[in-house]
């Protein structure tokens, strides 16, 4: 009995570790195009800020947030995952909600900058927010 169970468990170990039909997949930052945030926080509280973004390809999915924190700094961009080597149908005003939650854990004000793209130089651009907080 205990070489079966050996054996099945090599079995399922080798084949969850197979390719699935080659897809691969770039990694990119969209646009953030309008923001749902407090205008003041109340500090120990948690809040739902809220993004859209547009989704530009029926190849394009949500992967995860990009997000950096400088002191009271908050940088944020959505990170979408391409399905490449596939048809992609573009879909322009396929506009996306998407949120996450936030606890203020000190005093003073943040600053969030949205990601926006880049100009035509090449810089980032972003959507900026100052949120003060209160006791």
């Not at 969850?16 to 990119?28: A, Q, R, V």
């Not at 945030?37 to 809040?47: A, H, K, N, S």
């Not at 995860?64 to 924190?69: E, G, H, P, R």
């Amino acid at each position: 009995m205990k070489k079966l169970i050996t054996l099945l468990s090599l079995f399922f170990l080798f084949n969850s570790c197979t390719p699935d039909n080659n897809n691969d997949y770039l990694f990119e930052l969209l646009p953030v195009q309008s923001v749902e945030i407090p205008t003041e926080f109340t500090l120990g509280e948690t809040y739902q800020i809220k993004m859209y973004y547009i989704r530009p390809t029926s190849c394009h999915s949500f992967s995860s947030y990009y997000y950096d924190k400088d002191l009271n700094v908050r940088t944020i961009a959505i990170e979408s995952a391409v399905l490449q080597g596939s048809t992609c149908e573009d879909t322009p005003t396929d506009l996306v909600e998407c949120s996450f939650n936030f606890l203020v854990t000190s005093n003073g004000s943040y600053i969030f900058k949205f990601y926006q793209g880049q100009d035509a130089n090449g810089e980032n651009i972003f959507l900026e927010y100052e949120v003060p907080v209160t006791n």
